[in-house]
């Protein structure tokens, strides 16, 4: 009688395993660095990324506007180019990442354009103004011909759940690179493993450790220790993350804009990663109130920036 072979476990996708343990997963291989300079330069023909982005002092006073400044369905800069993203959409170790993570028929949530402006960008009626904000999203002093991009001058550690409350942390984050970023070009800093408390209210509370090492406390009694890792890398760089995984940037030092790809991709509804990735969790998965920062009209009310203590 011929035995029966018992078949081999199979083992998790990477990013599975590392989305348990740290709440991230860097790719080792990058999508096509010609295809991203292509559409980087498509894009940056679209407009002047200099000072010519933003009203005047008196333009913006005229009329202030905090809400509906973002990118949105009609207003995307990448719907023209929707026929140009399978680069990104369609790369195996993406796709297959993403299936893994989130099933089946997972779910595009939001794709668009982020640009970081450096400093010799932004004017300085405007940098008085945002001076020590903790997220300085410029879409209220950018021109509403240009609104089709998100523009930003450096972000505090947050988590992507932040603009989802009573959403559970279902979804994803994708970002890639469309040139070369250094340290000098508003890199992504995430604090691998802070995904393990859950969702908690922005701003967050954290105390610097060490050169890499934060804690992490959540308000309700419990912390953890997180080491910081800084994500620099040529075109076509890309990094995946969790819904709860803190991530921020600094202000662009360098002398032209940072311009990256980002999406938010939700589980689908076939068996997900994803699943067993949140099971893991210490904390809640969704939260009726996200961030504390912003006052009811989206003026910034808190100051201060713990990742430029970095």
Known sequence: MTAVRAAAPVSPHPAITDFIADGAHVFDDLVDPQAAAALLADIR??????HRLFLSEAEFDADPQHVGVNPRPGRNLLERFEDR????????????????????GYELLNRKVVCGVPQASVPAWLQARILG?????????????????TYFYGIDFHQDLIDYR????????????????????????????SHQ???TVF????????PEAWLYRDGRGEEVEVRQRLLTGPAGFAAIWHAC??????????????????????????????????????????LPQTRLDLAPDGQAVVKGNIVNQV
């Not at 993203?85 to 993570?101: K, M, S, T, W």
């Not at 903790?134 to 950018?142: D, E, H, S, T």
């Not at 009573?166 to 493993?193: E, I, K, M, N, Q």
């Open 45 to 50: 023909a679209t407009r002047p990324f200099d």
């Open 85 to 104: 993203l399978d680069f990104v959409e369609q790369a195996p170790h993406i796709a297959g990442a993403l299936r893994a993570l989130l099933g089946e």
């Open 133 to 149: 904000n903790p997220v300085n999203n410029l879409g209220a002093y950018v021109r509403p011909e240009y609104r089709d991009v």
């Open 166 to 193: 009573d959403r559970p942390a279902d979804f994803l984050t994708l970002y890639v690179y469309l040139h070369p970023v250094s340290r000098l070009d508003a890199p992504l800093f995430l604090l691998t493993g």
């Open 197 to 199: 408390l859950g969702g």
């Open 203 to 210: 701003p967050h509370d954290l105390t610097r450790q060490g």
């Open 245 to 286: 995984t803190l991530h921020g940037t600094q202000p662009d030092a360098a002398d032209h804009e940072r311009i990256s790809l980002r999406y938010l991709l939700a589980r689908g509804p076939a068996p997900a990663g994803i699943d067993e990735v949140n099971a893991a969790l210490r904390g809640p998965l969704a």
